[in-house]
């Protein structure tokens, strides 16, 4: 019997020695060499790392005079850091009023002064947002050129400059992010429609929790510098933590008010359904509770139990939430707009992508500052791996979300969206319907059920489920229904082909071999049919049998009446013929009629009088009511003429006894 093969796995980090050595004792043997699992973090308990960050506290105190005793030149350097960041403000300040002097772009040069549009107060916006932005690089240069000129080139008083710069700009940031949403002095650029008071509101607001984010990022940047990572400083960063959330959470319970005036405008709640209006009113709970679990998810970093990116404040995951929520808002605005919506479902569409794929690259952003990547391999087992799995499979769902969006919104856009029914002329006949709006709703299901199955097999294969087994279940399952439900797959293949050949239409009248109606619905086994007395049929599509289509493309309507024999029949006709005419130029018909009243001349004699034919041809539906309106002209144009219809006249004759049949017939 052959033996096994031999395989030694040696370290990768394995001196040249050891290899020949190896090789030497054991001449038949495979070697390889394999990296060694990244090693896992050490299992620590909530309880234990808390008491341990409370334990090393009162060592935090040394750790803070050690640093600032080396700070090279003490409070002298804070103080020239200081003058730094005002000689720079200074700066941006002289060169905005000086682009305010020798630059002026007036709101008229880029949109018109009195559109008040969401278009346009997103340019003028836009526009003052880039200039802030431009202004805030500005500041950030020229501190740090004055920075570098007036204080020591000591690589730990950089750190500490740097740490205060970015506090203050993010501060600063803030505080633009808000003033270019509210602009309460300038309503021409507002986004937000706040009223005026609203504005300043929440601007004034918005900048006292700047301020307090610029002292707490401060404090971070001290407790960093000075004592890193260490365990004295958990509690530290832990209390600055809790007061940056807190500060989070009051700024979005006080502007809760007149947010919920800008979601519901007061009079609007009753129109609107309950659950909608009820979270509008709690908007900023959600927040609040985003904020607390950044919040803990920032604890748990400092304290060791997610890994040192957890550790960072929590300002910037808030401010990517706002952005992420303004911008699929600002989108959601922007495609209402009717500039927007009057170019077609392709661009409605795309914007309902971009909504999705905002809070899909949003949830990536957040979920990399909570220091969880989730495109990052999947190398762990158990519930590390099931994490990321999570995670993909919610992007996946997002994603699926907005296809789905996108796709019903193109479908119904290029469907012509909710339009009107097909007008009958209120006889209840139909009228000719749109193909396109007969399988919009078939195509919508078909959507709709592919995107939700590709979503989710997609979602469980993410989260680590072997679909494999689901999709051969799914065969079997089919292939079972197929063979058992011979009758609806007839249903299903006589309807495709009934849509295929464009047989009818919603809205159309149509008579079959199942029963007559309007057709009301068309499912993907049966179509629905409204007779016009009113009783509703519904008929698979094997058992409709030839179809005849009463509302396609025109409908040719004849009827005849009958005058004297002593009347003059030419001139029936042209009063017919002149009858007709004043029906084409009939407002109430336009776009009714296809070919104008004509007469057919006699067609027929009955006893002593002439039958005189008529026909028109109207749009299918629109027929009766134009029937309508001939019978009132020729009425009038008869009666002008003195000519009277004929009518049967009985007599009796002399000696007659008035029995049965007495009776006879004089003219």
């Not at 040696?10 to 001449?27: G, N, Q, T």
């Not at 203050?168 to 505080?175: A, E, P, W």
């Not at 007061?243 to 405008?265: D, W």
């Not at 999709?471 to 009758?487: H, R, T, Y």
Request: proline content about 5%.
């Amino acid at each position: 019997m052959a033996s096994e093969p031999v395989i030694l796995t040696l370290p990768p980090d394995a001196s040249e020695d050891v290899i020949e050595r190896v090789k030497a004792a054991f001449p038949e043997a495979t070697l390889s060499t394999e990296a060694a699992p990244p090693p896992m973090p050490p299992h620590i308990e909530l309880e234990a790392a808390l008491a341990n960050a409370a334990g090393a506290a009162g060592g935090f105190g040394s750790l803070l005079s050690d640093w600032w005793a080396g700070l090279p030149g003490g409070a002298l350097s804070l103080f020239l850091i200081a003058v730094a960041l005002l000689a720079a403000y200074g700066v941006e300040r002289g060169v905005r009023l000086l682009a305010a002097r020798f630059l002026p772009l007036g709101n008229g040069i880029l949109s018109d002064e009195n559109d008040t549009s969401f278009s346009a107060r997103l340019l003028r916006g836009g526009r003052w947002a880039v200039g802030r932005i431009l202004s805030l690089v500005l500041f950030a240069a020229a501190a740090r050129v004055i920075g570098r000129s007036i204080l020591p080139a000591e690589e730990a008083l950089r750190d500490i400059g740097l740490g205060i710069l970015g506090a203050v700009l993010f501060g600063r940031g803030l505080i633009a992010l808000v003033e270019v949403l509210t602009a309460p002095r300038h309503p021409e650029r507002r986004l937000m429609s706040f009223s005026d008071a609203d504005a300043e509101f929440v601007l004034r607001i918005g900048t006292i929790i700047a301020m307090v984010n610029i002292v707490l990022n401060l404090l971070h940047a001290v407790i960093l510098d000075a004592a890193g990572t260490a365990d004295q400083a958990q509690l530290a960063l832990i209390l600055v933590t809790l007061a940056g959330g807190a500060a989070g959470a009051v700024f979005f319970v006080a502007i809760r008010e007149p947010v919920i005036r800008l979601m519901v405008p007061p009079g609007e709640g009753s129109e609107r359904s309950g659950w909608l209006t009820l979270i509008a009113r709690r908007w900023h709970w959600a927040f609040v509770a985003l904020i607390v679990l950044d919040g803990a998810l920032k604890i748990l970093g400092i304290l060791g139990m997610l890994g040192a990116d957890a550790r960072a404040g929590a300002g910037p995951v808030i401010l990517l939430v706002m952005m992420s929520a303004l911008c699929v808002a600002a989108i959601a605005v922007f495609r209402r707009q009717p500039e927007i919506e009057s170019r077609g479902g392709l661009w409605l569409g795309g914007l309902v992508l971009a909504e999705g794929f905002v809070i899909v690259i949003a949830s990536i952003l957040l979920l990399k500052a909570w220091g969880i990547d989730p495109l990052a391999p999947r190398n762990e087992g158990g519930l590390a791996a099931l994490v990321p799995g999570l995670v993909e499979a919610g992007m996946i769902v997002a994603i699926g979300t907005a296809l789905w969006r996108a796709t019903t919104t193109l479908i119904s856009r290029r469907s012509g969206g909710d339009g009107d029914e097909p007008d009958d002329g209120g006889d209840g006949m139909g009228g000719e319907g749109s193909r396109l709006e007969t399988v919009v709703p078939i195509l919508r299901g078909f959507a709709l059920t592919l995107i939700a199955v590709t979503t989710a097999m997609s979602a469980l294969a993410a989260i680590g489920m072997n679909i494999g087994p689901l999709i051969a279940s799914a065969g079997v399952v089919g292939l079972a229904v197929g063979f058992g439900a011979q009758k609806l797959v007839s249903d299903v293949i006589s309807g495709l082909f009934y849509l295929y050949e464009d047989a009818f239409r919603l809205g159309e009248y149509i008579v079959t071999e199942g029963g007559k109606g309007t057709v009301e619905r068309i499912s993907i086994r049966s179509a629905r049919l409204r007779h016009h007395n009113g009783p509703i049929y519904t008929i698979p599509f094997s058992a409709m049998g030839t179809i005849q289509n009463h509302s396609r493309d025109f409908v040719v309507m004849k009827f005849s009446f009958q005058v004297p024999e002593d009347t003059d029949v030419e001139m029936v006709r042209k009063l017919v013929k002149k009858a007709g005419a004043e029906l084409a130029n009939d407002p109430e018909l336009e776009g009714k009629l296809i070919s104008p009243l004509k007469s057919q001349g006699a067609v027929g004699i009955q006893g002593r009088s002439f039958e005189i034919g008529c026909k028109f041809t109207a749009r299918p539906g629109q027929q009766f009511l134009v029937r309508r309106k001939a019978y009132v002209a020729l009425q009038k144009a008869l009666q002008a003429a003195g000519i009277e219809l004929f009518a049967p006249v009985f007599t009796l004759a002399p000696g007659d006894g008035g029995g049965p049949g007495g009776a006879a017939p004089s003219s």
